[in-house]
C-alpha cells in the first residue's frame, strides 16, 4: 500500500481522486492550488501525476487521426444505399 | 412524390430553413440560410441532415462521408473488431436516414448519430456482453498503473510506444474503450461525452478516471511481457 503524505491540504489519495479533473484542467481554482501545493512536496504524486498526464496525452496521439477510411466508406454507402433502395422498390410495389 | 431540390438551390429560392428542427414531412422556418453554411460555403451537419430528412440522396452521401470516421471509430472501441463495426456503420446510417425527420435539433447532430452509434453497437454485442462489475478499489487500480511504485514513469515511457498503447487499450473492457475513444481519442468534450454515454457529468467523469487508471494499469502489465 501506499505511504500516504498530507501536504497541501489534501490526502495522496484525494489526490488521485483529482487527476483526471487535474490533467483536464476542470479543477475549481481552490482544488487546483491544493494539487499544486501536494505535488511541489510530494514525489511520489509528482511522478506518477506527470506520468499519467503524458498517457492521456499519447492516448489520442496514438491513434490514426479520424482520416476517412475510403474503402470502409464505400462499402457502408453501398450497402446502406442498397437497402434504402431496396425499401423504396418495396414501397413503390 | 414531391421534388427534392438541392438544399443549395432552396437557398437560392430564398427558402429560409429552421437549423434547430425539422418535422416529420416539413421543415420549420424560421432560420436563414447563413446559420446553416458557414462562411467557406461548406454546408453544416445540420443543413446536410435537413437535406436528407427530404429524401436528398448527395446530401446523405455528403453527410455519411464526413461523420463516417467519427461512428467507425466508436464502433470499433465498442465491438473490438473493424468486420463488425462496419455491420454497425450501416444500421447506423439505414436509422439516421430514417430518423431524420424526427431530430429535434436538443443536440448536436453528430451527438445525435452517436448515440443512435452507441446503440446499435452494444444491441450487437447485447449477448455477449462482460458488463463491468467487482469493480477494484480506485486506489487498487492505480496501485497496478504504477501509483507509488518505485517506477511510475514505465507508463509515460510505454505509452510513447503507439503498437504498446493499441494493445493496451485492446485489453480493457469495451466501457473504457467507449469512453476513451470518445474523450481522449476523438477529444469530445466532456459534456458531449456525457451525452452521449447517458451519463451524468460526475459519473462520466468517474467511468473515465478509471478507464484511464485501467489503461495505465494494461500498459504498465503489458510492459512486463515485452
Known amino acids: 500500500m501506499l505511504n500516504e503524505r498530507f501536504a497541501g491540504g489534501l490526502l495522496c489519495s484525494q489526490v488521485l481522486n483529482l487527476l483526471t479533473s487535474y490533467v483536464d484542467s476542470e479543477l ?40 476517412e477510411n475510403s474503402a470502409s466508406l464505400h462499402r457502408i454507402l453501398c450497402s446502406v444505399e442498397r437497402r434504402l433502395d431496396q425499401a423504396l422498390d418495396q414501397t413503390q410495389d | 412524390m414531391p421534388v427534392v431540390l438541392p438544399v443549395r438551390i432552396l437557398y437560392m429560392l430564398g427558402e429560409t430553413v429552421n437549423s434547430g428542427g425539422v418535422n416529420n414531412g416539413g421543415v420549420n422556418n424560421g432560420g436563414t440560410a447563413d446559420s446553416l453554411e458557414s462562411p467557406a460555403g461548406v454546408l453544416s451537419d445540420d443543413a446536410l441532415l435537413l437535406a436528407t430528412a427530404r429524401g436528398d440522396r448527395d446530401a446523405f452521401r455528403a453527410f455519411v462521408t464526413r461523420t463516417q470516421p467519427a461512428v467507425l471509430q466508436l464502433a470499433i472501441a465498442i465491438l473490438g473488431n473493424s468486420a463488425d463495426a462496419e455491420d454497425v456503420a450501416q444500421e447506423t446510417y439505414l436509422a439516421a436516414f430514417r430518423g431524420a425527420a424526427q431530430f429535434r435539433g436538443d443536440a448536436a447532430v453528430l451527438t445525435w448519430l452517436l448515440k443512435i452509434a452507441r446503440r446499435q453497437a452494444w444491441h450487437h454485442v447485447a449477448r455477449r456482453r462482460e458488463p463491468l462489475r467487482d469493480l477494484p478499489a480506485l486506489e487498487a487500480l492505480a496501485l497496478a498503473a504504477g501509483w507509488g511504485s518505485e517506477d511510475p514513469e514505465r507508463i509515460a515511457l510505454r505509452s510513447q510506444d503507439h503498437a504498446a498503447l493499441r494493445r493496451a487499450l485492446s485489453r480493457l473492457p469495451s466501457e473504457y474503450r467507449e ?26 467523469k468517474s467511468r473515465l478516471h478509471r478507464a484511464r487508471l485501467s489503461l495505465a494499469a494494461s500498459l504498465r502489465e503489458d510492459g512486463y511481457h515485452a
Open chain 2, 179 to 204: 469512453i476513451l475513444n470518445l474523450r481522449d481519442i476523438q477529444g469530445m468534450p466532456g459534456t458531449t461525452v456525457a451525452t452521449v454515454l447517458g451519463l451524468s457529468v460526475p459519473a462520466m
Open chain 1, 28 to 67: 475549481p481554482p481552490e482544488a487546483l492550488m491544493q494539487v499544486q501545493d501536494h505535488v511541489a512536496v510530494c514525489q511520489n504524486c509528482a511522478r506518477f501525476g506527470a506520468s499519467f498526464h503524458l498517457l492521456v496525452r499519447c492516448t489520442a496521439s496514438a491513434h490514426a487521426s479520424l482520416t
